[in-house]
């Protein structure tokens, strides 16, 4: 059992606050369609146990019919299609009409994640989308009369730009349209060398304010649960049986292989590898029929760490067999930091193990770092 993931590296323009990998030059996405094409071909792929197949980005709906016709083609080629369970493709509204739903549909898409951010036009201007506010409501009406898909749709909050009561017409707007059933949201992070940091030091746009994030979390998490949507993962919810299947697989540690300039790859077991983050290197080298990965052996202190760091942010929590697995000791080794997280409130002791509580939740970060462990 596996998922395939695709990183499309291309984007119509470069929203202020992102620090992916993708590049504003549409020019390059023909050759980059044939360089996944060929990856594809290098790579040792099962015949057989594909169960999800993911195009992110970057901006993959911006690809030409043509290109992920060949990318399709291609993996068709290594790999049967019998067993697939979600196909999902990141779009952004501007590429949502008639013509590409009904291509997406024949091509054997099952699951769309749109790229709204905001439903509000001037903090779209503000975060230099692509789209604007008329395009995010069109295509979310028009993909309602389709029905085609399982819609899933990406939101920002805690920005300088939302309001709270924005945040709640946004939410009330969202959970209650019938073509969505699953949403992605995630506080906004300033990371360094993107736009936002540069306005930011400048004095242009105010600091993020931290407790506007947290009223704002707050607000999400009080609508999921009114509406009786599932909190699986911290920055993802669900109306019940829609969860994500591909990023299901991640956070249980089954094997994916990554195609595309910036992919990541994970055997399952202790080796994961990279593609090297750059469009030109990428192609050259593939062109080359050499494969641009960096391989990385994990040491049993890694993936213990890993899944500390990715089951807390899910709603089962960590299961302390799993973790004493990999490092006998460690709940007695951490027992200290486990007991005062559980009389602040912030954990919750399982039969199987420990959970985040809506607290401990706005502590992620501190609480996953310290219960990680260092070889
Ligand atoms: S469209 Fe997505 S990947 Fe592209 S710049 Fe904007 S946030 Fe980043």
Not at 63 to 87: A, M, P
Request: glycine share 6%.
């Amino acid at each position: 059992m596996f998922g395939v993931y695709f990183h499309i590296p291309f984007c119509r323009k470069a929203c202020s606050y992102c620090n992916f990998h993708f590049s504003t030059n549409l020019n390059g996405t023909g050759k980059m369609a044939e360089a996944i094409s060929k990856e594809i071909g290098l790579t040792n792929l099962p015949e057989k146990g594909m169960k999800t197949l993911y195009f992110g980005g970057g901006t993959p709906s911006l690809l030409q019919k043509e290109e992920l016709g060949l990318i399709f083609s291609s993996l068709r080629s290594k790999t049967e299609f019998s067993e697939l369970e979600e196909v999902t493709l990141e779009c952004n509204p501007e590429d949502i009409n008639v013509h590409s739903i009904e291509y997406w549909k024949n091509l054997g898409i099952t699951r769309l994640s749109i790229g709204l951010q905001s439903l509000n036009e001037s903090e779209l201007r503000a975060m230099n989308r692509a789209h604007n506010d008329a395009q995010s409501f069109e295509c979310l009406d028009l993909l309602g009369q389709f029905g085609y898909f399982n819609i899933s749709v990406d939101l920002i909050y805690g920005t300088p730009w939302k309001s709270n009561s924005q945040w709640e017409e946004e939410l009330d707007f969202i959970i209650g349209h019938k073509a969505i059933s699953h949403i992605s949201a995630y506080a906004l992070t300033v990371e360094s060398k993107t736009q936002l940091n540069h306005q930011i030091n400048k004095g242009e746009i105010p600091p993020i304010d931290d407790d506007r994030t947290v009223s704002q979390f707050n607000i999400l998490q009080e609508k999921i649960h009114q509406n009786n949507w599932e909190a699986y993962e911290i920055s993802n919810y669900c109306k019940p049986n829609h969860r994500a299947k591909h990023n299901s697989q991640y956070w249980k540690f089954r094997p994916y292989f990554g195609f595309g300039p910036a992919a990541h790859s994970f055997d399952g077991k202790t080796t994961r590898y990279l593609n090297i983050a750059n469009n030109t290197l990428y192609i050259q080298s593939i062109q080359k029929e050499e494969l641009p990965r960096e391989y990385e052996e994990l040491s049993l202190t890694d993936s213990l760490n890993e899944r500390i760091m990715t089951g807390l942010r899910t709603c089962e929590g960590i299961r302390t067999v799993d973790l004493e697995n990999f490092k006998p000791g460690w709940e007695k080794r951490n027992i200290r930091a486990l007991n005062r997280y559980i009389k602040s409130g912030d954990l919750v002791q399982l039969n199987h193990g420990y959970q985040l509580t809506h607290s401990g939740k706005l502590i992620s970060d501190r609480i996953i770092s310290d219960l990680m462990e260092i070889d």
